[in-house]
């Protein structure tokens, strides 16, 4: 009899390298350990740059389907539309074509896997008869916090000018983590915004899930864990399996300035460069930039730095005449003074080759959940450094409280710079780097991101838990298919 054709899985990434990225890696280990043929769908749009996302996908994804969706009109919006609210829309006037594309699909259809903001999926496949996962690009706390949302709306509708409520001041969350309402993601943070409710009705639309697949493992997060597994038990939340983590494969790292950057890491000693970086879209103030640009200097300390342009008020637009070369950004004299120990680049650094490079010892980073699952699997130490009001402090928290391989730098009260007391000061930034380098606080940390480290590696082996768990996915999926 003819072989059977490979049940096919269609995953569904909402626009974002920080999105596509893991689950094109999902992607693969479907394909190459369960037998699946995954199709990864994307969309059309212009919120972000679909070359740049792509330019980062392991090249082994060319060889397997990456449909886009047609593009469809969200410029009836009003300008000022919250980036959420954009993304939720631009998938919920996606679901026809996406319907037409997984009615266009020969053969059998395992499963369907939208990822966190493509919720509005999930019903078709309820339409199709097969299991619906959503997947997580982030942590398993991020899913905790959302059943938190949905639970302290219990029994409130959602309908125009109901009154949500506000999450609580401070919020705690499994594994010893207090969460002020400034560290949650933006927008958690007031009832009154309206992508607050909106978020409110994703996370309804979670329990409906067969499930969940995270970019987290259980070691990273045994308390939270723990808990979403009760919830399960006890049938107040789908089940949630930990997979990741998914770190890009550095193949596709080759470029010509990629090679000066390694080849510059090659003649520094082991253990003793502090690399510098904000994820694809992160960037910095004016002020911060000074700040650690001299908080590096004073450390003493060598390092790498990927220089972004820094985010501009309207008076340095117009008031300074500079190029639109990061590097021109940095403080007068810096890269002079630091020649010989510092590097700075423009833009981009092969990040996961710079990582798990012998040279690297610590970190800085905006705490992206991509960027942070990287240090972890090379066991460098980080120095959580997110920009004010973005979604990554509730990472910088998590990294520094419960997993302990993050410090913290503080905004110091007698050194406020800007308004919001946003800014860390130079020598609270130069203070933590030789604590991270050389004190014992920051050896704690250092054996523990070597120890997490091991335990991420051991994740993916055969008794591994996130291998595990994932046969256990796949399992059921087949399962399911078995009994159509
Ligand atoms: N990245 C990189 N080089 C850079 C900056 C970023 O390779 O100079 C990659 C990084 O390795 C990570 C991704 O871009 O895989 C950033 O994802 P993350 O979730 O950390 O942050 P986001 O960009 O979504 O804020």
Redesign the pocket.
Known sequence: SPPRPRPHVVLVASP???HL?PMAELARRLAEQHGFAPTLVTFTTDLSSPEEAMS?LPDSLATRPTIALPPVQIDDLPHDTPIEILLFELVRRSVPNLRALLRSIDGPIAALVPDFFCSEALPLAAELGVPGFLFVPSNLAALALMRRLVDLHHGVDVAPGAEYHDMPENLELPGGVALRRADLPVSFQSSKEPVYARLLEEGRRYLSADGFLVNSFYEMEPATGEELRQAAERGAFPPVFAVGPFV?SRSN?DAASSACIIYWLDLQPTGSVVYV?F????SLSVEQTAELAAGLEASGHRFLW?VRMPTLDGNEKSGRERSDDPLAWLPEGFLERTKGRGLAVA??????RVLSHPATAVFVS?C?????L?SVSSGVPMVALPPRAAE?RMNAVILEQSVGVALRPRVREDHQIDADGGVVARDEIAAVLKELMEGDKGRYVRRQAGDLQQAAALAWTPEGSSRRALEEVAAAWKSALGNK
Do not use: F, M, Y
Request: net charge negative; with cysteine; charged share 10%.
């Open positions: 974002g390298a920080g990225i980062c890009r790292d970086s994820g694809s879209g992160g990927v833009a981009w650094a092969p990040q996961v905006h992206g959940w991509n960027s942070s990287e990554q």
